[in-house]
């Protein structure tokens, strides 16, 4: 999918820009999330299988970003909720089994960057704005050169179909509506 040629950089094209093919590194890359629970805390989980291509052009304006979560992967280190997650009340794994990103808009200045794009879950797309930092390139000691961005961006899980909760006692319910999404990502330079 084509930047449109959105991307506009307050400067010249960042220093360590480097045009080609990324994959997403998993041993050092985590998609997080945290929702509101109990109206007094947070439940946090993470996506331990998620794949990722970026595609830096020679143009930054022509780049790409595409990703794939694997949403039986949900670990949020209780089996039981995990297990709930991936049912129809939440994920509907067997229907809808991965969530995708595909990016439309890069604005960045320095280090830091807004990427505009779209969300697929359950079969609904909607648009979402990730603001982030840039962490740099750099060769490892095996030759590799990697990258590394953070972001974050809120979304509502109703405008996704996800709209189960339970009232409490107490008063109030069970889950809060907006759902945090992190992401700290380091991606490796494909040869």
Do not use: C
């Not at 945290?34 to 291509?53: C, E, N, P, Q, Y």
């Not at 890069?106 to 609904?124: P, S």
């Not at 109030?172 to 992190?182: A, K, M």
């Amino acid at each position: 999918m084509r930047l449109h040629g959105v991307m506009t950089i307050t400067t010249e094209t960042h220093p360590q820009y480097i045009a080609g093919t990324w994959k997403l590194d998993p041993a050092h890359s985590t998609v997080s999330f945290s929702v509101k629970h109990l109206m007094i805390s947070k439940v946090r989980g993470t996506f331990d299988i998620v794949d990722a291509t970026i595609v830096t052009a020679e143009n930054p304006a022509d780049s790409t970003i595409e990703a794939t979560i694997d949403l039986a992967s949900v670990n949020t280190n209780l089996a039981d909720r995990d297990n709930h997650l991936r049912t129809g009340d939440f994920f509907k794994i067997d229907e809808f089994p991965t969530a995708t990103f595909r990016s439309h808009g890069l604005i960045a200045n320095g280090d830091d960057f807004t990427l505009e794009g779209e969300l697929t879950l359950r079969g609904v797309t909607k648009p979402i704005t990730l603001k982030g930092e840039f962490g740099g390139v750099i060769t490892d000691g095996y030759g590799q050169t990697k990258a590394a961005a953070s972001a974050t961006t809120k979304i509502n899980r109703h405008d996704f179909g996800v709209s189960w909760n339970a009232a409490l006692e107490a008063g109030g319910v069970t889950l809060g509506d907006d759902v945090t999404i992190s992401l700290d990502l380091q991606v490796v330079l494909q040869k």
